[in-house]
């Protein structure tokens, strides 16, 4: 069964802190995503990546970058961590267009 | 860049009874897919039901089944026999190929419907 695979479940950071937030998956896929989930807005994208050193931003890719040196993990990184970021991320990854996408279990991180 | 759009941010619905949750897209593409997720109070996101739009068919996956009407581009899910354990957000996505390499893919959702199934 596929598994992906957050680090933490909470995370508690301050503002200006430079934060990991690590995601593994165990199926070979190519395509991985990070996504923030807030109330009444849903899941927005703010970066995939389709293959190993690649990535692609998405809708609100400012304040974070992505970090793929590995095909089974890919890495948010919030470079100077402020208040606004604080939020529910989630990891998801994809083989192909035939094949369900699956998510971890998501990090709610907390800005203080 | 592709729009989902999920029209109802709440409905209820009594036990055994049926739901439809409506769902629409913006897009040029031709060929894409479409996904309804849920996701429990537990958080983990699970997938419901896929189409793709290369299909007429609508797609069935036991008590959940799509209307897909690609002209209008809308994908409205309804679930039968609604039972306690589908309460939950639903939410509708939209996947595409892009041009950054072969096998990419973009997956766009909407802000989602949270659906309270009622005793």
Known sequence: DVKVTQSSRYLVKRTGEKVFLECVQDMDHENMFWYRQDPGLGLRL???????????????????????????????????????????????????????QHFGDGTRLSIL | AQTVTQSQPEMSVQEAETV?????????????????YKQPPSRQMI??????????????????????QKAAKSFSLKISDSQ???????????????????????????????LSVIP
């Open chain 1, 46 to 100: 703010i970066y995939f990546s389709y293959d190993v050193k690649m990535k692609e931003k998405g809708d609100i890719p400012e304040g974070y970058s992505v970090s793929r040196e590995k095909k089974e993990r890919f890495s948010l990184i919030l470079e100077s961590a402020s208040t606004n970021q604080t939020s529910m991320y989630l990891c998801a990854s994809i083989g192909t267009e035939h094949q369900p």
């Open chain 2, 47 to 68: 997938l419901v039901i896929r189409q793709e739009a290369y299909k007429q068919q609508n797609a069935t996956e036991n008590r959940f089944s799509v209307n897909f």
């Open chain 2, 20 to 36: 439809t949750l409506s769902c629409t897209y913006d897009t040029s593409e031709n060929n894409y897919y479409l996904f309804w």
């Open chain 2, 84 to 114: 306690l354990g589908d309460t939950a957000m639903y939410f509708c996505a939209f996947m595409k190929h892009v041009n950054s390499g072969a096998g990419s893919y973009q997956l766009t959702f909407g802000k989602g419907t949270k």
